[in-house]
């Protein structure tokens, strides 16, 4: 089996035995499909559950593109992946409290998102209410409601589904969760590292390398490829090639936040549960599998469509971005002293490098005509 098709969930069900047809069941079923995975209950925490602040910075990085690009007089925000939907409600409640956004300009929110579970918690953060789904089954939108500030919200599956147009995309900790192959250099050359079925141990997974090259291997890999082990994600390719083509044919801009690196880290496939780090071949399906987004393959794959931006770590752009003032003003306005040592810990934990502040980076897509040399590489956060 693939490794791509191990973190997709797909299982060989037809060459499996009794137990390995309980795995496979597991990966069909899809680890995020049916719960929540977010929060101190859940295997992990994403920014936004941390701090405020971490949304409201976003969502001026939004603003201020906007404002850059001439004030279009429509707005559509698309986030991939939305998580429990507390980031859009954070830069929802940043386009409210800025007038000339919320009053002179028709936004929209369209939230991309696979997992039921996910979708109905997303509603209930939103808009406050459970949503049913849309009846009708040949429509795009499979379910829609109004924030609480009274911007309409629309639900999609897949990112084609989105209209077109002037848009503003969003992806943070998406493209991690998304499966890799992954390869090793050889004497034979480069193979790839495939799941089998331990001989000795019927009922355990392990790490093999594929006997010949596989197709995989022929294609991902480039002849110029320093490292002795590599991770590619089609998936992100493909789906960094849409939002070029979206963004250099309609405008608008991306920004993905996520783990990391710029072509340099080898083998970063690991798992977690239960805020731990957990054996990714253990109970497949019930822990959360992630892999460090190559941000020069992201690069590599727009095709010169759109120019790119960074990337940079977290902390220097939460910091371009202005978090120092923003954390003053807060610890400014309350006097409780929980709420104080709450938000001084999420600044900690956002910005310090031992911490989230070198681990996370930040990348983004605009188009050509958005700077005036398309080849400059800019800061994201230096975009303000």
Same mark, same amino acid.
């Not at 141990?201 to 490292?227: C, G, H, M, N």
């Given at each position: 089996?693939?490794?791509?098709?191990?973190?997709?969930?797909?299982?060989?069900?037809?060459?499996?035995?009794?137990?390995?047809?309980?795995?496979? %069941?597991?990966?069909?079923?899809?680890?995020?499909?049916?719960?929540?995975?977010?929060?101190?209950?859940?295997?992990?925490?994403?920014?936004?559950?941390?701090?405020?602040?971490?949304?409201?910075?976003?969502?001026?990085?939004?603003?201020?593109?906007?404002?850059?690009?001439?004030?279009?007089?429509?707005?559509?925000?698309?986030?991939?992946?939305?998580?429990?939907?507390?980031?859009?409600?954070?830069?929802?409640?940043?386009?409210?409290?800025?007038?000339?956004?919320?009053?002179?300009?028709?936004?929209?929110?369209?939230?991309?998102?696979?997992?039921?579970?996910?979708?109905?918690?997303?509603?209930?953060?939103?808009?406050?209410?459970?949503?049913?789904?849309?009846?009708?089954?040949?429509?795009?939108?499979?379910?829609?409601?109004?924030?609480?500030?009274?911007?309409?919200?629309?639900?999609?599956?897949?990112?084609?589904?989105?209209?077109?147009?002037?848009?503003?995309?969003?992806?943070?900790?998406?493209?991690?969760?998304?499966?890799?192959?992954?390869?090793?250099?050889?004497?034979?050359?480069?193979?790839?590292?495939?799941?089998?079925?331990?001989?000795?141990?019927?009922?355990?997974?392990?790490?093999?390398?594929?006997?010949?090259?596989?197709?995989?291997?022929?294609?991902?890999?480039?002849?110029?490829?320093?490292?002795?082990?590599?991770?590619?994600?089609?998936?992100?390719?493909?789906?960094?090639?849409?939002?070029?083509?979206?963004?250099? %044919?309609?405008?608008?801009?991306?920004?993905?936040?996520?783990?990391?690196?710029?072509?340099?880290?080898?083998?970063?496939?690991?798992?977690?549960?239960?805020?731990?780090?957990?054996?990714?071949?253990?109970?497949?399906?019930?822990?959360?599998?992630?892999?460090?987004?190559?941000?020069?393959?992201?690069?590599?794959?727009?095709?010169?469509?759109?120019?790119?931006?960074?990337?940079?770590?977290?902390?220097?752009?939460?910091?371009?971005?202005?978090?120092?003032?923003?954390?003053?003003?807060?610890?400014? %306005?309350?006097?409780?002293?929980?709420?104080?040592?709450?938000?001084?810990?999420?600044?900690?934990?956002?910005?310090?490098?031992?911490?989230?502040?070198?681990?996370?980076?930040?990348?983004?897509?605009?188009?050509?005509?958005?700077?005036?040399?398309?080849?400059?590489?800019?800061?994201?956060?230096?975009?303000?």
């Amino acid at each position: 089996m693939s490794l791509a098709a191990y973190g997709s969930r797909v299982g060989l069900l037809s060459h499996l035995k009794t137990h390995q047809q309980a795995v496979a %069941k597991a990966f069909l079923n899809g680890y995020y499909m049916h719960h929540d995975m977010l929060g101190e209950k859940g295997d992990f925490v994403t920014s936004p559950e941390i701090s405020q602040i971490f949304g409201e910075l976003i969502g001026i990085w939004y603003v201020s593109e906007w404002m850059a690009i001439g004030k279009p007089k429509t707005f559509q925000l698309v986030e991939l992946g939305p998580g429990r939907g507390t980031l859009t409600g954070d830069i929802l409640r940043v386009f409210h409290q800025l007038g000339s956004l919320h009053n002179k300009c028709n936004v929209s929110i369209h939230l991309v998102e696979v997992s039921p579970k996910l979708s109905e918690i997303q509603a209930l953060t939103l808009t406050g209410e459970k949503i049913q789904p849309e009846s009708d089954d040949t429509s795009p939108v499979y379910m829609k409601g109004t924030s609480k500030t009274g911007i309409p919200i629309f639900w999609y599956r897949t990112l084609q589904d989105v209209p077109q147009g002037n848009s503003f995309y969003l992806a943070h900790e998406f493209f991690d969760a998304l499966p890799i192959h992954k390869f090793q250099r050889t004497e034979k050359g480069w193979r790839e590292v495939l799941i089998d079925i331990d001989p000795e141990v019927p009922d355990k997974l392990r790490f093999v390398l594929a006997p010949a090259v596989t197709p995989a291997a022929k294609y991902f890999i480039q002849d110029e490829e320093p490292r002795d082990h590599v991770e590619v994600c089609p998936d992100a390719g493909v789906l960094i090639q849409k939002l070029a083509c979206r963004i250099e %044919k309609d405008g608008g801009a991306a920004l993905i936040a996520d783990y990391g690196h710029d072509g340099t880290k080898t083998d970063t496939f690991r798992g977690f549960r239960n805020h731990k780090l957990h054996d990714v071949l253990i109970a497949p399906g019930t822990a959360d599998l992630t892999a460090d987004v190559d941000f020069s393959y992201l690069r590599s794959m727009t095709q010169g469509r759109v120019t790119t931006l960074g990337p940079i770590a977290q902390q220097e752009f939460l910091k371009n971005m202005g978090i120092d003032v923003r954390l003053q003003v807060l610890l400014q %306005k309350s006097h409780d002293v929980t709420v104080r040592e709450q938000l001084i810990r999420g600044y900690q934990m956002l910005t310090d490098p031992k911490q989230m502040g070198d681990r996370f980076y930040f990348f983004a897509l605009l188009p050509h005509h958005r700077l005036k040399s398309s080849d400059k590489q800019v800061n994201p956060g230096a975009v303000n």
